[in-house]
């Protein structure tokens, strides 16, 4: 097991591209850290340098509190698997798993050992003798890891590993991946442009943005208490609603939104009031989305089906929202504001059209 670290990370591919731009961060051990960010955000080079795969243009990485720079990926103890498995397809199951530990030249029955651990672990211990194409996307991914696990890595470097997938099958072999990061307690570094594969599988999540890191935190500090706009809308979907106040952006989430009754009134008074106008309701069975606008601005509120409000189409309806779930942010910055200046808010920033 290790700790990762980077520090002041960056690589530059030409005068345009940076492509990580002076990233700072450090796993504990054990950890599933996920690198989350929209596509050409700078992740796979990150893990390509993390790995020893791509050169850094400048900064450091320590791997076990050890200066790792100036070694080759191998001396690195750390095993990554990418998009593409990039299995053998001529090889067995079997081999394909062995092909590292060949390489290293291990005697024989212990590589054997090795195997049918890994092969077990994983659970394709009945799959060993069959060829990549004959096994389902999901399988092929296992092996890939298996193939990973028996160099007995200090580190797990995985790139998008479930991409290939359909959804249905992603959610169980995310689930599966998640147990099997549990039970051998490898720092694993996890590569996503899928807020909602970040959100269940990480212990903490780092949000990326052009190169740089937006904010580092538990998938509840990133939902909860998002550092910027960036984060805010990129995580959730729906995304959080952001509502023009002045120099500031009051931020709540489409869950946030309470039904007031006719009377504008609901139990409780740290509710802050608005209107949504030019409401929409879409249904999705468990819950209805509400679509609509509040001060001029699109909104979107999310609630149980069943919940006491239904809005003619273009109508408008009443809401509160309560003041610990307003987020405040700075409007030119895009930053959030202290969370002491959120506890100030009062009524009046959303208020402009009343309850009713
Ligand atoms: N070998 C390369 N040469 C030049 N530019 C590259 C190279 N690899 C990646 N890039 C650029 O660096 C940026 C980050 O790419 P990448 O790390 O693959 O992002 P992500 O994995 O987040 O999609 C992109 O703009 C991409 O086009
Ligand atoms: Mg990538």
Redesign the pocket.
């Known amino acids: 097991m290790a700790v990762v670290e980077t520090r002041k990370l960056s690589k530059r591919?030409?005068d345009e591209?940076m492509?990580v731009d002076a990233i700072d961060l450090r796993s504990t051990d054990g950890e599933f850290l996920v690198l989350l960010?929209p596509?050409?955000?700078?992740?796979?080079?990150l893990l390509r340098m993390i790995g020893g795969l791509e050169p850094p243009t400048s900064g450091e990485i320590l791997i076990g509190d050890r200066l790792v720079n100036h070694l080759p990926p191998r001396a690195r103890q750390i095993a990554m698997v990418f998009q593409s498995y990039a299995l053998y397809p001529h090889m067995t199951v079997y081999n394909n798993i062995a092909f590292p530990l060949k390489a290293q030249k291990v005697d024989k029955a212990a590589l054997k050992l090795k195997v049918d651990w890994a092969a077990l672990i994983l659970g394709i211990d009945g799959l060993l003798d069959r060829k990549p194409r004959q096994l389902s996307g999901g399988q092929r991914q296992r092996v890939a890891l298996a193939r990973a696990l028996v160099r007995e890595p200090n580190v797990f470097l995985l790139d998008e590993p479930l991409s290939n997938l359909d959804a249905q099958r992603r959610a169980s072999a995310r689930d599966e991946l998640q147990q099997f990061q549990r039970d051998i307690g490898t720092t694993t570094i996890y590569?996503t442009h899928d807020q909602i594969e970040a959100m269940g599988m990480g212990d903490r999540i780092v949000v990326i943005e052009q190169g740089r890191i937006r904010q580092i935190g538990t998938p509840r500090e990133i939902y909860e208490e998002p550092a910027d706009t960036y984060v805010a809308t990129f995580v959730g979907s729906p995304p959080m609603n952001l509502i023009p106040d002045g120099g500031d952006l009051v931020g709540f989430r489409p869950e946030s939104f309470f039904p007031l009754d006719d009377d504008g009134r609901s139990s409780g008074d740290d509710l802050v009031r608005f209107t949504l106008t030019d409401a929409r309701e879409e249904y999705l069975g468990s819950e209805k989305l509400v679509y609509g606008e509040v001060n001029g601005v699109k909104a979107v509120a999310r609630m149980a089906t069943n919940a006491p409000l239904s809005v003619r189409d273009g109508g408008s309806a009443p809401f509160g929202v309560h003041k610990q779930d307003l987020r405040i942010f700075d409007r030119e910055s895009g930053l959030r504001r202290q969370l002491a200046r959120a506890a100030q808010v009062e009524p009046a920033p959303v208020s402009g059209a009343p309850g009713r």
């Open positions: 591919f030409s591209v492509a960010g596509s050409g955000c700078g992740k796979t080079t590569v």
